[in-house]
T-cell receptor, first 115, second 112 residues
């Protein structure tokens, strides 16, 4: 399977703990996006990388959140001092920049539950 | 905010065509319409996209009106596995990226 993969698929943590999620994009895709989805809502944009550069961050991404994409390949999303409000599905998507016909392909997501 | 409006829910019989409407009256000339679906607890799955012309692929057909203010996603022979939330998205260039602004989508139930 050459799709987007995310690990772990599920994470349960206690409030105040740090968690880190990993996303492996489709190979050769130079753009990578993180979204967050809470129950009953559509996904919301968090941040975007072009190669290794983080070019945009949503106001939803508080200073407890940090994302990296070293070497422009996989990406990690870390949440420090988790809060119950961080409980959500965290989705990663990748795309190949091809003029204006860019299509984002999503991974299966990481479901986070903060107790 | 999402630039699209969709009915919150629809249903159709298995084997029949499912026609999912979407209004995007404020779409600009160079903005694409994308459709994704999300089956329970999975990541969104890309279905199809278009700009002006009708499009068809192995999953679905996309019909865009001439004035581009609305579109319809057609699943020609719906199966039970097509039960999902379907999102119609106008992809806009905001700041530096083509982020997808999801609305609430249409929950499609395919009945046996």
């Amino acid at each position: 399977d050459t799709g987007v993969s995310q690990n772990p698929r599920h994470k349960i943590t206690k409030r105040g703990q740090n968690v880190t999620f990993r996303c492996d994009p489709i190979s050769e895709h130079n753009r990578l996006y993180w979204y967050r989805q809470t129950l009953g809502q559509g996904p919301e944009f968090l941040t975007y990388f072009q190669n290794e550069a983080q070019l945009e961050k949503s106001r939803l991404l508080s200073d407890r959140f940090s994302a990296e994409r070293p070497k422009g390949s996989f990406s990690t999303l870390e949440i420090q001092r988790t809060e119950q409000g961080d409980s959500a599905m965290y989705l990663c998507a990748s795309s190949l920049e091809l003029f204006w016909e860019e299509t984002q392909y999503f991974g299966p997501g990481t479901r986070l539950l903060v107790l | 905010d999402a630039k699209t409006t969709q009915p919150p829910s629809m249903d159709c019989a298995e084997g029949r065509a499912a026609n999912l409407p979407c209004n995007h009256s404020t779409i600009s000339g160079n903005e694409y319409v994308y459709w994704y679906r999300q089956i329970h607890s999975q990541g969104p799955q890309y279905i199809i996209h278009g700009l002006k012309n009708n499009e068809t692929n192995e999953m679905a057909s996309l019909i865009i009106t001439e004035d581009r203010k609305s579109s319809t996603l057609i699943l020609p022979h719906a199966t039970l596995r097509d039960t999902a939330v379907y999102y119609c998205i106008v992809r806009v260039l905001m700041d530096s990226s083509y982020k997808l602004i999801f609305g609430s989508g249409t929950r499609l139930l395919v009945r046996p």
